[in-house]
Nanobody, 125 residues
Framework: VQLQASGGGAVQAGGSVSLSCEVS????????MAWFRQAPGKAREFVSA????????KYGDPVKGRFTASRDNAKNMVYLQMTNLMPEDTAVYYC???????????????????WGQGTQVTVSS
């Protein structure tokens, strides 16, 4: 199973960035798909988790109301639309895939078996 994240870049505060993650191998529709991020010198942080059918998504408190996660099971793709970005959103963003579980939907890192390589998002003030 491979996850390939893309779409990161540099943006000014208040701007928007969209991330994509392509998944190959395995059965995409079986998994909960999540986004995490890690800022320099900080622990990895939960961003979002989307259920297998896409009907349910949970978000970490820092991004609620600003980020929108979605998935396309026909294309094996997961997306993260980020708006009203702030400098504290600067981080490497990772997509992850995990078996369906309450822990995964609640953003527990150890519930995810497969991880992408990460894509950098830098927000300047």
């Amino acid at each position: 199973v491979q996850l390939q994240a893309s779409g990161g870049g540099a943006v000014q505060a208040g701007g928007s960035v969209s991330l994509s993650c392509e998944v190959s191998g395995g059965t995409f529709s079986d998994w909960i798909m999540a986004w995490f991020r890690q800022a320099p010198g900080k622990a990895r942080e939960f961003v979002s988790a989307t259920s297998w059918g896409g009907a349910s998504t949970k978000y970490g408190d820092p991004v609620k109301g600003r980020f929108t996660a979605s998935r396309d099971n026909a294309k094996n793709m997961v997306y993260l639309q980020m708006t009203n970005l702030m400098p504290e959103d600067t981080a490497v963003y990772y997509c992850a895939a995990g078996d369906v579980s309450l822990a995964a939907m609640n953003g527990a890192e150890n519930a995810f078996d497969y991880w992408g390589q990460g894509t950098q998002v830098t927000v300047s003030s």
